[in-house]
């Protein structure tokens, strides 16, 4: 009983966690080796390269004057609503648990967590208050080729300010970042758009009823990744995908669909035979659109104000204007972005996929008044890291240097100080290096020192340590050298 | 009944979250502003600090030859199996979620997933096998002050060798990393054991029921927090701490309990009058203690061949012998050591806390063989790196620098094209600034870049802008200065 109290965690879930381990201990079931599905593991190069582009958009987020901050993984699950594409699907996409009487839940961005923050100290931040974070965020979603329950996100965003301004900062820096990790200009687009516009097309079109809307703005989200039939029905009765799996549309009546269609036809900068983004496009919203309605005529208004700043800058040919871009999220309220590229990217078999962006946002300025009555426009952009990685990893002239470990072969246990004396040596002198770990024979050692990719294994004997010297084994050219102990760190510079 | 097929969350837990969610709506509840119990927001300067801890330990990592790898937040509860200090809560300690058939949960170490993946990966890794790796855990345990359910953690494992070479170049690794990061040789020791030593005492008092041994290892594990009297209550019949909440008791009788406080007595290096660790001690085992039983003399062996090794070091008098020292987790089978810091912590109030480790590990042999009849021996060493930030922060002598942007004040929307000018100039020349967002006043501007701390503002109004100059404040001494555009970015070097 006591015991219950303390921790608060819902007993009845975790009860049959531990009826199931019991039971595979009795049946000795042997545990699974295998990741779960949607989760992986990731190994050197990828992380290497990941390293690089955070600390590159770090600098380019200080340089920017943006502030660092760090919220939990966890959140109540109320503080962070349920905004995601994915409505529609069971427990709205998110990992939830019951902790004594409220639910928790493991964030599925960085931008809810963020309102939470604001509305919490509101008081004490700056106004405008500029942060960026770095985080894991997850997603309860049907996991797929390419398409993970968890990835890392670097997030920017600019609390309290309506103007313009800190839109088009936001997508100058995600430009900057994009040139900083190593992408040319003519690599990326960032598209951009405005919800208010596309919304005041369904007002156009006479659609009112707010859930049909959000349904209509994630089909046409949909786009480029399911094409203008796949659009057509989401907008209408539903789409069954590839898998089976039907998702009901937005019900929407003929004259309605045919009308966002004609839309997306005529503004679209995607070429769907193609499967690519045209190249770039001056702001000119085409003038049959232009007053539509009041709320569209706003849109069109604010983006002109966007795109007179986005013109200052050194990324002005790279920033465009986008009709048909919406963003699948529910909270966007004005200006939205995404980044794509304008490379074709392959996965592991060599085939083109449908790559999507690899960054994004839009302007929010309801979603911390959900906490009180606190008036805090926002506008924020995300980063996906995992796909700028990817990406990233297929460019021809990118590189990051993974660095070997010299390896220190073992003659004679007795000699170890000896051993010792050369490791201490190599490793004050900042050279990474290692003795090989026990007595194996010379040829399992070479076999180690092979397998990791060593640049060079070291010979010492009790010949060459009697001489003062070493065997230097290059391990990509095969020479070996005998090199004087007082020489070593500078032929081993020479190799690695 | 296609969407709860295609998800596969347990559909009961869900439905409950979203009935809460719809009721808080319907009474228009307020969404909490606040972290969950045991999670907490992070900011700038420990992030910055971290970041800069971070990035020490991996610059050792490679030095040492270690290789990087990740693994995800979830694992099949099956795979990371059960090996946390606190055995004896509900739900074993960690957050698990039922998934399709299978439960998953958050990791609660990175070791248990290190298991998972070389068993998995087995024929493919290097042998021995070096990996480090940066990650969140998680621990469904009662939050208290200072103590979280999310924490970060950074490991170095060594896989696949026996040799005490690889437990000697853990320690090695832990002392230059805390000594790189900012630690003074003396402000630290890393104590050293063997598991084997304690069960070989447990051996000797007859204590040879599973349960009572790994109770009686957790009972002396929290020596330094609780002292013999707390011990010697969780040998016994068990303990109610300061909140009120009973820890039940290894249930050993008195000759038992008596022996383990006669050996923590005699042999503990932490002085409990003084709340703190004597200085150094060299390995040299009490003879009185010396052939207690097979198991005993056994460890005692290992320790020798060890401290053998790390007596080759530089840092020979910071790791040394604590035969108390036994680590609370169940999966450790030989050598296992803790940094621990020499000098007093104080939380933010002042006040002297008890602190407890800043990294440890040990040797865990059996731990890979629970996935099928792979005889892989093990040692790691895991960085708290929460506490040795928080540890960092307390040392005057440690800063790092907090870059803030230069903010260029509005005068008139008009002119923002001679604003962009100035930051297009500052920025390329890669110092931080900003254009203040909006057209508000002069004062509330000056308040804001004070606020966020700024080393200066500048100026650019009609009269400058034709002048060819800017006014330039330095924020910190009150300081103003026209200067010409070509010399601004050398003058707010000076200042920055």
Chains 1, 2 share one sequence.
Do not use: H
Request: one cysteine or more; a positive charge.
């Amino acid at each position: 009983m006591v015991r219950a109290a303390v921790c608060g965690t819902e007993g009845r879930q975790f009860e049959s966690a531990l009826v199931y381990q019991k039971m595979a201990k009795e049946k000795k079931i042997k545990p699974s080796k295998e990741t779960p599905s949607g989760f992986i593991d990731r190994k050197e190069k990828e992380l290497l390269i990941r390293d690089f582009v955070i600390s590159n958009i770090k600098e380019v987020m200080i340089k920017y004057g943006f502030q660092y901050l760090e919220t939990p993984s966890f959140e109540y699950t109320d503080s962070i609503g349920k905004f995601l594409p994915d409505k529609d699907r069971p427990g709205e996409g998110v990992f939830s648990f019951k902790d004594e009487n409220k639910w928790l839940s493991l964030r599925y961005d960085l931008t809810a967590p963020l309102a939470r923050y604001v509305a919490k100290n509101y008081n004490e931040i700056p106004k405008p208050f500029k942060r960026y974070q770095l985080g894991t965020v997850w997603r309860n979603e049907k996991p797929g080729p390419g398409r993970f329950r968890e990835f890392l996100q670097f997030d920017a965003d600019y609390v309290g300010t309506k103007n313009p301004q800190a839109d088009a900062e936001l997508c100058i820096l995600l430009a900057e970042t994009l040139s900083k990790c190593g992408l040319d200009k003519n690599e990326f687009i960032i598209r951009v758009s405005n919800r208010k516009c596309f919304f005041g097309l369904l007002d156009f079109l006479e659609i009112k009823n707010e859930n049909q809307r959000i349904a209509a703005v994630r089909a046409v989200d949909k786009y480029e990744r399911i094409g203008i039939e796949g659009v057509k029905s989401l907008l209408g009765k539903g789409r069954t995908d590839k898998s089976g799996d039907f998702t009901k549309g937005a019900e929407l009546n003929k004259k309605q669909i045919d009308g966002i269609v004609a839309y997306i036809k005529e503004n679209s900068l995607y070429d769907e035979e193609r499967e690519n983004f045209k190249g770039s496009a001056r702001f000119a919203p085409l003038a049959v659109w232009d007053d539509l309605s009041p709320l569209y005529s706003e849109g069109i208004r604010e983006l002109g104000g966007f795109f007179g700043l986005t013109e200052l800058s050194e990324y002005k040919d790279q920033i465009v204007y986008s009709p048909t871009l919406v963003r699948g999220i529910e909270y966007y309220t004005g200006t939205t972005f995404e980044a794509n590229l304008l490379f074709k990217v392959k996965n592991q078999k060599g085939k083109e996929i449908e790559f999507g962006s690899v960054g994004g946002g839009g302007r929010y300025d309801n979603l911390i008044n959900r906490f009180g009555n606190l008036d805090v426009p926002c506008t924020g952009v995300s980063f996906g890291l995992d796909r700028l990685v990817f990406a990233l990893m297929q460019k021809k002239d990118f590189k990051i240097k993974s660095v070997k470990p010299v390896v220190i072969c073992i003659f004679d246990q007795k000699n170890i100080e000896n051993y010792f004396g050369i490791l201490n040596k190599l490793r004050s002198s900042n050279i990474s290096s290692e003795i090989y770990p026990g007595e194996g024979k010379l040829k399992k050692q070479m076999e180690y020192a092979n397998k990791i990719q060593s640049p060079c294994v070291i010979f010492y004997g009790d010949d060459e340590i009697k001489k003062g010297e070493v065997k230097l084994r290059n391990l990509k050219t095969g020479e070996e050298l005998s090199i004087k102990i007082e020489n070593l760190v500078n032929e081993i510079r020479k190799i690695i």
